[in-house]
């Protein structure tokens, strides 16, 4: 009998300074990948997080225009947790972000002015594996991210950024990262920046609470150190966070 080895994921480039996290709303860095940011921000590492929408539709109960700036300020606090202090909104409508040039836009606007060689980004594919159906806003979002790597660097794509902003082409992207994805190819060790990760979390209390009944800490914790340590045994026993890794 062949025994069956697991294909391992390799460690993530560690070759890199700057890195421009872009997702869709306020908690979906830190469901995904915040122990890595935690861990690469303890390097010396700047990150800056840019957030398509305020999540203003997130909590049934709380209205919109309530919601935003509550969501705002949970974000902020949950990024300083992990040493994020740049955290940038685009103001696109939350549940109904579109996919199309006006996000790509924005989003190479962001890459232009920040300048990373690593762009973080969520799940842009339309499941989370199997029947797990992902949201509009995911999808749109990360595609987009995917596509505005290059944008950012063609000036004849968007060139009233440089006529109309000064923002110049950056064509200096190496890698966009894809948290979420059902099929990674790299991992971070998540155990420094674990215990960040699940306070990080944390800071998002009223989603939380509007989510699920169980004790947040213990909602946090448990989430949280159930996905690094399934992908503790593609990564040599390691309990990580895992991404799809697209070089360019």
Known sequence: MTEHVTEQLAEMPGDWQRALAVVAH???????????????????????????????????????????????REQRASAAVVGVSAVEFLDHRDGVVEYGTALRKDVAAAVRRHRPELVITLNHRDTWGGTAWNTPDHRAVGRAALDAASDAGNRWIFPELAAEEGLQPWDGVRWVAVAGSTTPTHAVDARPGLDRSVRSLLEHRAYIEGLTEQDPQEYCRSFLTSMAEATAPRFGGRPAVAFELFPR
């Open 26 to 72: 306020p908690d979906d860095l830190e469901y995904g990948c915040a122990a890595a940011i935690a861990g690469w921000t303890d390097q010396g590492k700047e990150v800056v997080y840019v957030l398509a929408t305020r999540g203003e539709a997130g909590i049934d109960s709380v209205a919109p225009a309530v919601a935003a700036p509550l969501r705002e």
